[in-house]
């Protein structure tokens, strides 16, 4: 769902930075990793603490990287198969760290809320199912079939938790967090399983074909 305002960040807000970055000479993995460090950095080093408004500052600082490296290749031209694996694999431990980090926090003398413990495992089912969601479509994809679709893309996965979490600690909402945290789980779940059948449905298909002749293409039978 938010992918269709990829456009405009790319297009508008951001290419400023990556016209500098290009000027610089800084090549689009070294901006992929710089960006997930100061995930990793942001969401394990605040969250635990229970400074939750700022570790949502310090990300947000970073998470564009994944906007700026994609628009950087394509305005030099630049296809790359390391690149696409490099982005889509510390596009994993971002998103580790970041629900990873709330696990933390609700494991810690820091949250002063009711039902820690089962915060603690709704974060980590999210970490889980995240990380199911991605590879349930690039498995399909190496195997010639579609797992596109669901409910929980990854931008909508970290864009909402960000948001929310960041807004429920400016406020004093906690509430606001804990709803997201349940609607992701839900959503990544329905995601997953919504993905398994459908590639189901097309294996079914495949495994169904007639296997191809070994004898097809001869000329007849040896003499």
């Known amino acids: 769902m938010l992918d269709r305002f990829k456009d405009f960040w790319q297009g508008v807000v951001l290419m400023p930075f990556v016209r500098l970055f290009i000027k610089l000479g800084i090549s689009p993995d070294a901006v992929t990793l710089v960006g997930t460090l100061g995930v990793v950095v942001g969401a394990l080093a605040f969250f635990p603490r229970g400074e939750l408004f700022w570790g949502v500052l310090f990300i947000t600082a970073f998470v564009f990287s994944d906007l700026i490296d994609g628009k950087m290749a394509r305005v030099l031209g ?3 198969s390391f690149g696409a694996f490099w982005d889509s694999t510390l596009d994993r431990i971002g998103d580790g760290a970041i629900f990873g980090g709330l696990a933390l ?7 002063e809320g009711d039902h820690g413990y089962l915060y603690l495992c709704v974060s980590l089912w999210c970490l889980v199912m995240g990380s199911v969601t991605s590879y349930a479509r690039a498995r399909a994809e190496s195997l010639g079939m579609d797992a596109k679709g669901g409910l929980a893309e990854r931008a909508d996965r970290l864009v909402s938790i960000l948001v929310m979490t960041g807004l429920g600690a400016l406020f004093d909402l906690p509430i606001l967090m804990y709803v997201t945290l ?3 789980a839900a959503a990544s ?3 997953v399983v919504f993905r398994v ?3 189901h449905r097309q294996a079914v298909v495949l495994d169904a074909a007639p296997a191809p002749d070994a004898d097809a293409g001869s000329d007849g039978p040896e003499h």
Request: hydrophobic share 40%; glycine share 6%.
């Open 182 to 184: 349940w609607a992701l």
């Open 189 to 191: 779940a329905y995601t």
């Open 105 to 111: 926090y609700f494991a810690g003398d820091h949250y």
């Open 197 to 199: 059948l459908k590639v």
């Open 78 to 80: 630049r296809k790359s």
